[in-house]
């Protein structure tokens, strides 16, 4: 019997405002999502979601919910979906990013249910749940103070960054350059994006403007750390990419809207196909000596798809044994290794291995974790690794692993050759998705303590 049944959920989304003083005045924002019901059969139902803007326009965006009673999308069109447990978010497509205010857009899906499909109470747009009417937007956050960014903090613990990226938010408190450089479609022209003070933000505002009415693309995420190891367009490897000359795609400069210090930041949405990558660096750990290394990806944006990296890789972009490489791993693919539950799992990408552990395959103290915003962390020396994880809007890191090098050949002593990649394998392999905000490479395995005071750096950063 096919049952129809709506439910109007009224969502604003919070201020979107500007990390530093001399912005005089933050996006308003405002929403009203409808969910319908159009259809509902024995194990099955059909939606319709439809999302009003009654705020500022917005360029790229993220419908997020929770299932009450264990639904699952099962199909999903005019959009694009993760699901982890009862988590879903949905992000736009190249042709809908954009609803001007006052304008719609919508998508719809096909589910299945198991004893009942109540309609989800509640959603959020862009991270920030929502209540129907155009929301004054709240004070910026403070950044923290001027000598305790992340890279300062590993420099105090005697383990300084040589790569520091990210197209969110400034790494070291001095900071005053460059965080990324976009081009546009309509003239292919480039402009750097900075950030609105030392130690800041990311100045937004300034891409937007650039990027009107057309798309733009992420060219260049520049190095903070002042040894050049930017990241540019993968060139072809083991694998050619899918663009001109077998290279690999640019991300799209807005399909990753976040929130940094109150104000609105974009991560890099990595979709299968598109890498950066850097194969002629600068201090980058090399043979077996000893680094760190952490990122803040999107926990809920991933698939298993090889291989979604962030790290030290080979510098002829292809395979060169095991050992070769060193780089966090986020995903849930099980061809080489895997954790606990069904992922995704932070692992350690060491070429012909994703290792959750000492173990080829599984390890049972790697879990399954899926924050919104996660922080992932790898670090190795001589043999001795470990892998540590958390949330990264609040709390502390867990370590997952802390021992030997792993108990197959070739992995001790390491062979790192120090180029640097991100959303791709060391041999270009590029099925991968996932959300990139910021990462950072260190000379010297950092200490714990370090690591969890950059922890505690990240969650006051507020992202969302």
């Given at each position: 019997m096919a049952i129809s049944a709506a439910a109007v959920v009224a969502l604003s989304t919070a201020g979107v405002g500007m990390a530093a003083a001399r912005v005089a005045s933050a996006a308003a924002a405002g929403c009203q999502v409808a969910y319908t019901v159009t259809n509902q059969w024995s194990g099955g139902f059909g939606a319709n979601v439809s999302v009003t803007n009654l705020g500022d326009p917005i360029n790229g965006w993220k419908l997020t919910w929770t299932f009450p009673a264990g639904q699952a999308i099962t199909q999903l069109w005019n959009g694009s979906y993760t699901q982890s447990g009862a988590q879903v978010t949905v992000a736009n497509v190249d042709y809908n990013g954009t609803?001007?205010?006052?304008?719609s857009t919508g998508f719809g899906f096909n589910g299945s249910w198991n004893g009942s499909n109540p309609v989800p109470s509640s959603f959020a747009l862009n991270g920030v749940t929502c209540t129907g009417d155009v929301s004054t937007p709240t004070p910026p956050v403070t950044p923290p103070p001027s000598s305790n960014q992340p890279c300062d903090i590993y420099a105090t613990g005697g383990t300084p960054c040589v790569a520091a990226h990210s197209t969110t938010r400034a790494l070291y408190a001095s900071y005053n350059g460059p965080l990324y450089q976009v081009r546009r479609a309509s003239d292919n022209t480039t402009r750097d994006i900075g950030v609105l003070s030392a130690g800041g933000g990311a100045n937004a505002a300034a891409q937007d403007s650039f990027c009107a009415g057309t798309t733009c693309l992420i060219t260049i995420i520049y190095d903070q750390s002042g040894r050049n190891n930017r990241l540019t367009q993968a060139p072809p490897g083991g694998f050619p990419g899918p663009a001109p000359g077998g290279y690999d795609n640019l991300a799209n400069a807005t399909k990753a809207p976040t929130t940094v210090y109150g104000g609105k930041a974009y991560g890099v949405y990595v979709d299968p196909g598109v890498g950066y990558r850097n194969n002629t660096t600068n201090g980058i750990a090399k043979g077996d000596q000893p680094e760190g290394m952490y990122a803040i990806f999107d926990g809920t944006h991933y698939n298993g798809g090889c291989c979604f990296d962030y790290g030290n890789a080979e510098t002829n972009s292809r395979d060169n044994g095991n050992g070769t490489m060193e780089a966090i791993y986020f995903g849930n693919?099980?061809?080489?290794?895997?954790?606990?539950?069904?992922?995704?799992?932070?692992?350690?990408?060491?070429?012909?291995?994703?290792?959750s552990g000492v173990n080829q395959?599984?390890?049972?103290?790697?879990?399954?974790?899926?924050?919104?915003?996660?922080?992932?962390?790898?670090?190795?020396?001589?043999?001795?690794?470990?892998?540590?994880?958390?949330?990264?809007q609040s709390g502390g890191v867990s370590t997952f692993y802390n021992g030997p090098r792993p108990n197959v050949a070739g992995y001790n002593p390491m062979k790192k050759e120090g180029a640097i990649i991100l959303g791709i394998g060391g041999d270009n392999s590029h099925g991968a998705a996932g959300t990139f905000y910021e990462g950072v490479m260190t000379s010297g395995y950092p200490s714990d303590a370090t690591e969890n005071a950059v922890q505690a750096n990240i969650v006051a950063a507020g992202y969302r």
């Open positions: 609803i001007p205010s006052g304008g693919i099980k061809v080489w290794g895997y954790g606990a539950g069904n992922g995704p799992w932070i692992m350690a990408d060491l070429e012909n291995g994703l290792f395959k599984y390890n049972a103290n790697d879990p399954s974790i899926s924050h919104r915003y996660l922080t992932a962390i790898i670090k190795g020396e001589p043999n001795h690794w470990s892998i540590r994880g958390g949330n990264a």
